[in-house]
């Protein structure tokens, strides 16, 4: 109760911020479908700086790391911005509600082809699978509410929903580019007495992606036991009435 109650705190701390920027989208007439849509090429944009700096930029090279955390926290912006505008600008439809869940994981989708292609082209090889399997988590938490809600039951709770996952990503992607200017990208940590490093500039990068494999798939988990217990419920109230 706690953590939703952080988390509903927050997003309307943030609402706050962007309401006025929201009203200038209003009146200039974009739709939030529009808005959508926009922060969808914002997130093919993110995919292409991974893959140039896979084809550009070499191992040591954390730059483009960085500049895509910055696009993904920019993108996922409009993730906030789209249902603020049908909300202000009363706008909402059951379509609009549709595209934006669709849209959304597209968007992730993409970024995450950039993220694995980045790493498996400079030889991050663990590191991608871990990757592949944040993503496995990211659309698993998604689908598993989907589903439930199609069953008649919510199922929203757990860490590392969307936007916890675009800022994580976002933010420890500039932090890994701008460490990388001070101590190096090919700095690496090792323990005395262990022969491989447990510790190097990228790491700033992949060990949340680590986090997010564990965490989204819990999530996943743990949506699927609260659609359970609910749906058990229902069928019960349902029993009890016939």
């Given amino acids: 109760m706690e953590q939703t109650s952080l988390r509903t705190n927050l997003q309307y701390g943030i609402y706050k911020i962007i309401d006025p920027f929201v009203k200038v989208l209003i009146k200039i007439g974009l739709t939030p479908n529009a808005i959508t849509t926009i922060g969808f090429m914002l997130n093919v944009g993110v995919a292409v700086i991974f893959i140039v700096g896979a084809e550009e930029g070499n191992r ?5 790391v960085g500049w895509a955390g910055g696009a993904i926290l920019f993108a996922g912006l ?3 911005l789209d249902g603020q505008v049908a909300r202000l600008g009363n706008m909402k439809s059951t379509f609009g509600a549709l595209y934006d869940s669709v849209v959304d994981r597209y968007s992730e989708l993409i970024m995450f082809l950039g993220i694995c292609y980045y790493l498996v082209a400079h030889h991050y090889f663990l590191s991608s699978l871990i990757a592949f399997i944040a993503l496995i988590g990211s659309m698993m938490v998604s689908y598993v509410r989907a589903r439930a ?14 936007p916890e996952r675009v800022v994580t990503l976002g933010l420890f992607a500039i932090l890994c580019g701008v460490t990388s200017l001070y101590i190096g990208g090919d700095y690496k940590l090792y323990i005395p007495g262990i ?3 447990v510790f190097e500039t990228m790491s700033i990068f992949t060990y949340p992606i680590l986090a997010l494999a564990i965490l989204t798939n819990l999530t996943a988990f743990r949506r699927l036991m609260d659609a359970k217990k609910a749906l058990e419920q229902k069928e019960t109230t349902n029993t009890k009435i016939d």
Avoid: I, N
């Fill in 78 to 80: 409009f993730d906030m």
């Fill in 195 to 197: 022969k491989f490093h």
């Fill in 149 to 162: 809600e199609g069953l008649g039951v919510d199922s929203k709770g757990g860490l590392m929903q969307r």
């Fill in 60 to 64: 040591g090279d954390l730059r483009y």
